[in-house]
């Protein structure tokens, strides 16, 4: 259904939209799939996924940064993540946007708070920072970034996503870091990426599977589709790819059930938990990728 994706991408962009609902708070069933507003609440929501062995990567939810006070506001908001994770003994590490660290303010100025950010997380036990991807206008950006900072620290990754004709090359320039594979989430034109999702997600396989037998570093595999999740179950088995090497990975508030499911069967597991005040353009991207999504509001309106 292009139009409705279209629809609600359009909103996920629209800055008015945006900024109204942050006033408004997470609403229309966004509060199934963010977290909570603040980091007392979340923090609170990975201890209870910890006890089921389910490790957790904190999204600070912030779009249309556009000064570089916002920017720097937002690097302070994940270093603080960073030291409560650390102090209240959770598994659990950060994925930041460049975007929110001033990518498109000046390129420079992002890969400082980048850097500072790593420089922090060494002082908190060396946490993870997965750097995830955006629109492709902000690949170059983000990759030029990573590879500055690849050599210098070892607990830095980032996102592949499937859609997107070169995502082989791309992940091949980095066979040695940790990375996330995904379909991938933004509108992306017939120049740079597959249209269909036959086409997205046979590359999807094919990354996974090249991935796999190529790389050591760990690999993230991130998808609520079972046809890929049972395919990815198998060709380890084949191939005697060790768990350790890889791990599932899903969205807070979707298919919470199998996600147990499989971090009960012994897989590595990690959720995303996206919190903060500004939800309106993650719901929409999730409500463009699985109109069925759209349930999520409807179970809000009733239960009230
Ligand atoms: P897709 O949406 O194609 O669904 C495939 C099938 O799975 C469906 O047809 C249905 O059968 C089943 N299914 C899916 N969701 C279901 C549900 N809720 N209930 C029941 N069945 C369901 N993107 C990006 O561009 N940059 C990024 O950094 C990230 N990061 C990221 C992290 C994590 C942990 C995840 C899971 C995803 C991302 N994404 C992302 C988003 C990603 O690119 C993609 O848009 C979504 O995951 C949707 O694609 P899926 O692979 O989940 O399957």
Redesign the pocket.
């Known amino acids: 259904m292009p139009v409705v994706k279209d629809f609600f991408i359009a909103l996920s962009n629209n800055k008015f939209m945006n900024e109204s609902a942050k006033k408004m708070g997470p609403a229309l069933g966004a509060k199934k799939v963010v977290a909570g507003v603040d980091i007392d609440s979340t923090i609170d929501t990975v201890e209870r996924l910890n006890m089921r062995g389910i490790s957790c ?1 904190l999204d600070n939810l912030g779009e249309f940064v556009t000064t570089r006070h916002e920017a720097l506001e937002a690097q302070q908001n994940i270093v603080e993540i960073m030291r409560r994770n650390y102090n209240a003994n959770i598994d659990a590490h950060v ?1 930041i946007k460049l975007t929110q660290l001033g990518i498109n303010i000046d390129k420079e100025f992002a890969y400082k708070n980048t850097r500072e950010i790593l420089l922090k997380a060494h002082e908190y036990g060396n946490t993870f920072v997965n750097i ?3 629109k492709y206008e902000d690949l170059v950006g983000i990759t030029e970034t990573l590879d500055r900072l690849k050599g210098e620290f070892k607990n830095v990754g980032t ?1 592949i ?1 499937a859609y997107l004709y070169d995502a082989m090359n791309i992940m091949n320039k980095y066979q040695d870091v940790r990375l ?1 594979l ?5 509108k992306e034109g017939p120049n740079v990426a597959f249209q269909t ?1 036959e086409e ?2 046979s590359n ?1 396989i094919k990354l996974i599977e090249h991935r796999l037998l190529t790389s050591n570093a760990f690999t ?1 595999i ?7 999740i049972n395919h990815v179950k198998q060709f380890v088995k084949d191939h005697h790819i060790s768990n350790d090497q890889f791990e599932f ?3 807070y508030g ?2 919470t059930d199998y996600a147990y499911e499989l971090a009960g069967e012994g897989y590595n597991f ?3 938990v996206p919190f903060g005040e500004d939800w309106f353009g993650y719901f929409m ?1 999730r409500l463009a ?2 109109p ?2 759209l349930n999520l509001i409807l179970l809000d309106i009733f239960n009230k």
């Open positions: 990567t994925s995830d991807a955006e996102v996503q996330r995904v379909k991938g989430a933004y999702k997205i997600d999807y993230s991130a998808t609520h589709d079972h046809n890929i990975q899903m969205l979707f298919r990690t959720m995303y991207r990728e699985r069925q999504n």
